[in-house]
């Protein structure tokens, strides 16, 4: 198989992991779930990401998109334990490293943003 039809494929298969796990009863869409799906490891996915194929990294960057969407909106909607959406958004996308993030007294999950101003 060319290059291009190889990654044409996993362009394919990306959207087609997406439609499959977003709105199943039996998974949910992950950054790992999708690397399984594709038959790679998720530092390919890294690579391919940052990589010189921009149809491709969009494809990866569109999907992660998608799946942190997911993990926020399925949380507000209370699909989901906001404790599970947490700990992914957590440790998938970076969202609080130093605990800034709480449960109120009702055990609801509290999103507390902050924006740092970057070096000038």
């Known amino acids: ?4 039809k190889k990654m044409k494929s996993y362009i394919d298969k990306i959207s087609q992991y997406i439609k499959l796990t977003y709105d199943a009863e039996d998974d949910t869409p992950t950054i790992a779930g999708l690397a399984v799906f594709l038959d790679v490891p998720k530092e390919v996915l890294g690579k391919w990401e940052q990589g010189e194929d921009e149809v491709l990294a969009n494809a990866i960057k569109r999907a992660k998109n998608q799946i942190e969407h997911f993990y926020i ?3 507000c909607l209370k699909k989901i334990n906001n404790t599970t959406a947490h700990f992914y958004l957590n440790n998938a996308f970076n969202y609080s490293k130093s605990g800034e993030n709480s449960q109120d007294q009702n055990g609801e999950f509290k999103l507390n943003i902050s924006v740092e101003k970057g070096d000038e």
Do not use: H, L, W
């Open 1 to 4: 198989m060319s290059s291009y």
């Open 73 to 75: 909106s399925r949380s």
